[in-house]
């Protein structure tokens, strides 16, 4: 069900609403709650203690929330929720799940991992699968991102879902009143989108000579991951692919050498930053907000209104605008597709079997609309005024959102609704669509990655294997090495290391399809 026209959402309209979508309310009048208990009966809340992590900023201020009261009313639930810092957030973990009892529910922010795995077969964590099948809203998250959370076929987490496309360095984004200053069009093509560069760089619209045609970096991998849609446009595999029964590592295949030839063109004639080496990819995005920069490589959230706002302060004539993919010389294009999600949530097998029942029911109503509705603009009177889910418009007073900034309902709603649209953030109507637009057009070019949800142990115990490639690829594209030299570490790697690599993700891969 989606919201298309302004709403005044009172309670007893969300609740209307939650029970025609199959989700619960708490609230009077007969309506069920999360925990499919009729309000009114003698049902206790279940009390949740939960562990998450704070990506940024400060935390939500818990005592007298407004927002946790409402949740806590319509979910019958008691929650008490600790959040911590990204920065030591995996010590505190570490320390939780060897402790076994000290929290409900906890977020693994690692996803599925060699750790994650381990620790599922050895029983640490509920067996959810069967407790998943009842919840409809969870049942919403798409099968891809189902699998590349499960272990041995089995539910030990529920993901907190993400679009499959449209997370990380996905496609490019260009200064287009740079473009239309003289009279380009928006790049389809690598050709079309090197010869932008190549005017950038000449005519110097930033002025004062201080224009980097392209901000990308760093580079530390051998993918250089600052430029993929670069090495989609020829026809580069996402990171693996299988071929002729084999498992192939993308730099093992011809079309690395041609992409890293375009990296090296590019980046010795000036059309990329001299610093991508070493900058950030914080930094690369400060330089292009700054307005010193004609593209970059980014998702749609480059498009949010805080992003756009830094860059017309710079300059009040800045627009973007977002090439979903750039074809290649051979007509190849793509974009990646990513886990399609951030987290794992899992409760710890100490945890009581009836309890760990109301805890999923309470995940699954955090995923339901009303539920997103909280998150995205808080409580109808308290924080806001008017919202309109489909477009993000909101109608909020000045305290409404000190309130809301000082609550944080995103933290307090600890699942989300899956939407493919998720990236799509902007609270301006005609961005927010062409947020959209561009991630539509992902879904015609998506490259997988078979391995995605397939461990290697030797691999995970070796993170630094491509070191040596790292180092006799960046060189070459920097001008100071030559292709024999990353030849020879793509040698070593196949005929060393990189055989029980691809050995062991072939091996998992068979298995999964049996």
Same mark, same amino acid.
């Not at 309506?31 to 939960?50: F, H, L, M, R, Y």
């Not at 309109?388 to 000045?398: A, F, P, V």
């Given at each position: 069900?989606?919201?298309?026209?302004?709403?005044?959402?009172?309670?007893?309209?969300?609740?209307?609403?939650?029970?025609?979508?199959?989700?619960?309310?708490?609230?009077?009048?007969?309506?069920?709650?999360?925990?499919?208990?009729?309000?009114?009966?003698?049902?206790?809340?279940?009390?949740?203690?939960?562990?998450?992590?704070?990506?940024?900023?400060?935390?939500? #201020?818990?005592?007298?929330?407004?927002?946790?009261?409402? !949740?806590? @009313?319509?979910?019958?639930? $008691?929650? &008490? +929720?600790? %959040?911590?810092?990204?920065?030591?957030?995996?010590?505190?973990?570490?320390?939780?799940?060897?402790?076994?009892?000290?929290?409900?529910?906890?977020?693994?922010?690692?996803?599925?991992?060699?750790?994650?795995?381990?620790?599922?077969?050895?029983?640490?964590?509920?067996?959810?699968?069967?407790?998943?099948?009842?919840?409809?809203?969870?049942?919403?998250?798409?099968?891809?991102?189902?699998?590349?959370?499960?272990?041995?076929?089995?539910?030990?987490?529920?993901?907190?879902?993400?679009? #499959?496309?449209?997370?990380?360095?996905?496609?490019?984004? !260009?200064? @287009?009143?740079?473009?239309? $200053?003289? &009279? +380009?069009? %928006?790049?389809?093509?690598?050709?079309?989108?090197?010869?932008?560069?190549?005017?950038?760089?000449?005519?110097?619209?930033?002025?004062?000579?201080?224009?980097?045609?392209?901000?990308?970096?760093?580079?530390?991998?051998?993918?250089?991951?600052?430029?993929?849609?670069?090495?989609?446009?020829?026809?580069?595999?996402?990171?693996?692919?299988?071929?002729?029964?084999?498992?192939?590592?993308?730099?093992?295949?011809?079309?690395?050498?041609?992409?890293?030839?375009?990296?090296?063109?590019?980046?010795?004639?000036?059309?990329?930053?001299?610093?991508?080496?070493?900058?950030?990819?914080?930094?690369?995005?400060?330089?292009?907000?700054?307005?010193?920069?004609?593209?970059?490589?980014?998702?749609?959230?480059?498009?949010?209104?805080?992003?756009?706002?830094?860059?017309?302060?710079?300059?009040?004539?800045?627009?973007?605008?977002?090439?979903?993919?750039?074809?290649?010389?051979?007509?190849?294009?793509?974009?990646?597709?990513?886990?399609?999600?951030?987290?794992?949530?899992?409760?710890?097998?100490?945890?009581?079997?009836?309890?760990?029942?109301?805890?999923?029911?309470?995940?699954?109503?955090?995923?339901?609309?009303?539920?997103?509705?909280?998150?995205?603009?808080?409580?109808?009177?308290?924080?806001?005024?008017?919202?309109?889910?489909?477009?993000?418009?909101?109608?909020?007073?000045?305290?409404?959102?000190?309130?809301?900034?000082?609550?944080?309902?995103?933290?307090?709603?600890?699942?989300?609704?899956?939407?493919?649209?998720?990236?799509?953030?902007?609270?301006?109507?005609?961005?927010?669509?062409?947020?959209?637009?561009?991630?539509?057009?992902?879904?015609?070019?998506?490259?997988?990655?078979?391995?995605?949800?397939?461990?290697?142990?030797?691999?995970?115990?070796?993170?630094?294997?491509?070191?040596?490639?790292?180092?006799?690829?960046?060189?070459?594209?920097?001008?100071?090495?030559?292709?024999?030299?990353?030849?020879?570490?793509?040698?070593?790697?196949?005929?060393?290391?990189?055989?029980?690599?691809?050995?062991?993700?072939?091996?998992?891969?068979?298995?999964?399809?049996?």
């Amino acid at each position: 069900m989606k919201i298309t026209k302004w709403v005044s959402i009172s309670l007893a309209l969300t609740l209307a609403m939650g029970t025609a979508a199959g989700c619960a309310s708490g609230d009077k009048g007969g309506q069920t709650s999360s925990s499919g208990k009729e309000e009114g009966s003698d049902s206790q809340p279940t009390t949740i203690k939960a562990l998450t992590i704070l990506a940024a900023g400060e935390p939500p #201020i818990l005592e007298n929330n407004k927002t946790l009261e409402e !949740i806590e @009313k319509r979910a019958n639930i $008691k929650l &008490n +929720l600790e %959040v911590v810092p990204g920065d030591v957030y995996t010590d505190k973990v570490n320390i939780a799940i060897a402790a076994g009892n000290q929290y409900d529910l906890i977020l693994l922010t690692d996803g599925k991992d060699d750790k994650y795995v381990k620790l599922a077969k050895q029983g640490a964590f509920h067996d959810l699968t069967e407790l998943v099948a009842k919840n409809d809203n969870l049942q919403k998250i798409p099968e891809y991102t189902w699998n590349n959370t499960t272990v041995d076929g089995k539910t030990f987490g529920i993901p907190r879902p993400r679009g #499959i496309y449209g997370g990380g360095n996905s496609n490019i984004f !260009i200064r @287009k009143d740079w473009l239309d $200053k003289y &009279n +380009l069009p %928006v790049p389809a093509t690598l050709d079309e989108f090197t010869h932008a560069l190549q005017v950038f760089k000449e005519k110097d619209p930033a002025g004062g000579g201080n224009t980097i045609p392209m901000v990308a970096g760093p580079f530390n991998s051998p993918w250089f991951g600052s430029l993929n849609p670069i090495g989609f446009s020829f026809g580069l595999p996402y990171s693996y692919k299988v071929e002729d029964g084999q498992a192939v590592a993308y730099f093992q295949t011809p079309e690395y050498k041609d992409y890293l030839d375009w990296i090296r063109m590019a980046y010795t004639s000036g059309l990329i930053d001299k610093d991508a080496p070493v900058t950030k990819t914080v930094q690369s995005k400060d330089k292009f907000k700054s307005g010193m920069a004609g593209a970059m490589v980014d998702n749609v959230g480059m498009l949010d209104d805080s992003n756009m706002s830094v860059m017309k302060k710079a300059d009040p004539n800045a627009e973007l605008v977002g090439i979903p993919f750039i074809e290649g010389p051979n007509g190849d294009k793509g974009v990646q597709m990513i886990e399609g999600y951030f987290g794992i949530w899992v409760i710890p097998s100490k945890v009581p079997k009836e309890k760990a029942e109301k805890i999923v029911e309470f995940l699954n109503w955090s995923a339901s609309e009303e539920a997103t509705i909280i998150s995205k603009a808080g409580i109808e009177g308290i924080h806001y005024d008017k919202y309109n889910l489909e477009t993000g418009e909101i109608e909020r007073n000045d305290e409404q959102k000190k309130l809301f900034d000082k609550e944080k309902p995103a933290i307090l709603i600890l699942q989300n609704e899956y939407d493919k649209y998720y990236y799509a953030s902007s609270l301006i109507p005609e961005i927010r669509k062409e947020q959209r637009a561009v991630l539509d057009e992902f879904e015609k070019a998506g490259v997988e990655n078979p391995f995605i949800s397939i461990l290697s142990e030797t691999l995970g115990k070796n993170p630094e294997h491509t070191k040596k490639l790292i180092e006799a690829s960046t060189n070459y594209v920097m001008g100071k090495g030559e292709w024999e030299a990353v030849q020879a570490e793509i040698d070593a790697w196949s005929n060393g290391i990189g055989a029980q690599i691809l050995k062991e993700y072939m091996d998992g891969y068979n298995a999964s399809k049996k």
